[in-house]
């Protein structure tokens, strides 16, 4: 384990379960990999039709915040799906996956969020913001997407004002504030 000066553990690194690419390996990113595992053994989704860690970046009152997306999902062609990992209560993650889902795609509103800790998933209406399931089992499979994806709605997000509003907030949740109170950077990153 690295010698780091803050509350990450670093276990050196691993290879990512999707694109096969070399990451850094953190208990975060563990629950990741493990996520992307179950989106294509349990799931039935090919590694193709995952996208991970997507990024929307924001700069609002000199604060400048680069948002993941941990895992965006395609079904005929279409992201239909984004999953956002965070430790802790999924409850408190729901509005910043909504706005992500509603600004990360251009040509129109992603409809499905899930929020996710691991041990507990919520799939989100992008629309009305309700939560339509929950539990890791109800996160739409394959099978189901091919169908689920014919009648959910591909609307364009078009309205600058409303996507403003929506960068505003990913950028209000995203900034990573360290719990020890200042910025949180990784070795080598820039603080703050």
Do not use: W
């Not at 991970?52 to 395609?74: H, K």
């Not at 309205?159 to 504030?177: G, P, Q, S």
């Amino acid at each position: 384990m690295a010698d780091i000066p803050s509350h990450h553990y670093i276990y050196g690194t691993c290879t990512d379960f999707i694109t096969g690419e070399t990451i850094v390996d953190t208990d975060d990113e563990r629950c990741r990999q493990d996520l992307a595992r179950l989106l294509v053994e349990e799931k039935g989704y090919a590694k193709g039709d995952l996208e991970p860690r997507l990024c929307i970046e924001t700069l609002y009152n000199g604060q400048f915040v680069a948002s993941t997306i941990d895992i965006t999902v395609r079904e005929a062609g279409k992201r239909f799906m984004i999953l956002r990992f965070a430790p802790g209560s999924i409850v408190t993650r729901e509005r910043s996956a909504i706005a992500a889902a509603r600004v990360l795609e251009p040509a129109y509103q992603i409809p499905l969020a899930v929020v996710t800790n691991c041990r507990d998933a919520e799939v989100l209406d992008t629309y009305t913001g309700k939560v339509i399931r929950q539990g890791l089992d109800s996160i739409p499979g394959k099978k189901e997407a091919e169908d689920l994806v014919k009648s959910l709605r591909f609307e364009l997000f078009d309205d600058e004002t409303k996507k403003d509003r929506e960068r505003r907030i990913l950028n209000a949740y995203d900034v990573e504030v360290c719990c020890v109170g200042g910025p949180c950077a990784l070795p080598g990153a820039p603080e703050g």
